[in-house]
């Protein structure tokens, strides 16, 4: 994960970046020496602050990878208000796959997000040059029960390939301005709503829009899922790289001092640690504990109970869905 930027410009109502932490842009030579510290094959996830306050460094990435022979799965997370017709052009030229946020329709998402009609403006740009995005939703208790409208948007607007949805990390922003972690109930009610809506939608156009939960769930259940990962940070595969080089296993732990890994501009070998997996001792008592991947490991970290409650309750309601969706299947053949 590259951090091009340290700087943003949106001031989402709950972002946890930590004010003076990363400020800045990350510089050509910080880029070139994090890749040479990675695979000759591996996934590059750019992202900041807001990536494409320095997207000129984009295409010296992609450049570099060319020169030194690798292969990467190229992803950028965006709030898409800063997309233009170049930059959308240079995103179909690199192949890079994106991803923009977006916390539901237009009303919901300027509540706690803001810009949204130029949010959509850059999708759409991103749309007449050919590239498909996925949205990812930040859920809290103002949007939790209303997940389906943004699977209204995710079709209105044409081009989304799917959704995801992480939960509301608390920080001092989003306790200033009153956003809470959505309850048990309404967490449940509203990803069943998004469930029944996307497969509506999916029957009357023809066109189907991936919810990734759902998808998730099918894979753990199919046993497509090695359950002992949550992720590449809990293999000790993964750097996250800010704006100064500073290498941390996951950009959500980059404020702690004690998840310091070292600097690519130091010229030391980096040794990258696999974060720790604790599973709550209720996942001992469920069903699912054996094919479930379990929590966040960076969350388990960081945030309250019910936060890792809530991240449970989506995985059990999402497997729910999809056992009732097979026998649905089973019933009528």
Not at 177 to 187: F, G, I, R, V
Not at 211 to 227: K, N, S, V, Y
Not at 230 to 258: F, I, N, Q, R, T
Request: hydrophobic residues 35%.
């Amino acid at each position: 994960v590259l951090w091009v930027t340290g700087e943003c410009n949106l001031g989402c109502k709950y972002c946890y970046a930590v004010p003076g932490l990363m400020r800045g842009d990350m510089s050509a030579k910080t880029a070139i020496n994090a890749l040479g510290k990675t695979a000759d094959n591996f996934i590059l996830q750019i992202a900041g602050g807001e990536p494409l306050i320095n997207f000129d460094l984009v295409p010296i990435i992609y450049n570099q990878l060319s020169a030194d022979g690798k292969k990467a799965d190229i992803r950028l997370q965006t709030n898409g208000t800063l997309v233009n017709e170049s930059i959308a052009g240079e995103i179909k030229r690199l192949n890079i796959k994106v991803g923009v946020s977006l916390d539901g329709d237009f009303m919901l998402n300027e509540m706690q997000r803001g810009k949204t009609g130029l949010a959509v403006r850059g999708i759409n740009i991103l749309a007449a040059a050919g590239v498909t995005v996925n949205l990812n939703c930040v859920v809290t208790s103002m949007n939790a029960e209303h997940l389906d409208k943004l699977v209204d948007m995710a079709y209105y607007l044409g081009n989304v390939g799917g959704i995801g949805i992480d939960m509301l990390r608390i920080s001092e922003r989003s306790m200033n301005n009153n956003l809470k972690l959505p309850t048990a109930e309404s967490l449940k009610k509203g990803l069943n709503k998004a469930y029944q809506r996307a497969s509506y939608l999916e029957k009357v156009t023809g066109r189907r829009v991936v919810l990734r939960e759902i998808e998730d769930a099918r894979t753990m259940l199919a046993g497509r899922h090695d359950p002992a990962y949550y992720c590449y940070a809990s293999k000790g595969d993964s750097m996250a790289v800010l704006p100064d080089g500073e290498v941390y296993p996951c950009g959500s732990l980059c404020h702690l001092d004690e998840f310091f890994v070292g600097n690519v501009n130091s010229g030391e070998k980096l040794s990258i640690p696999p974060l720790e997996r604790n599973k709550p001792s209720y996942c001992n008592e469920c069903g699912y504990n054996n094919i479930c991947i379990g929590e966040c490991p960076s969350r388990g970290i960081l945030n309250c109970d019910t936060d890792l409650q809530n991240q449970c309750l989506v995985k059990k309601t999402a497997f729910e869905i999809v056992e009732g969706e097979n026998a649905e299947n089973t019933k009528s053949l």
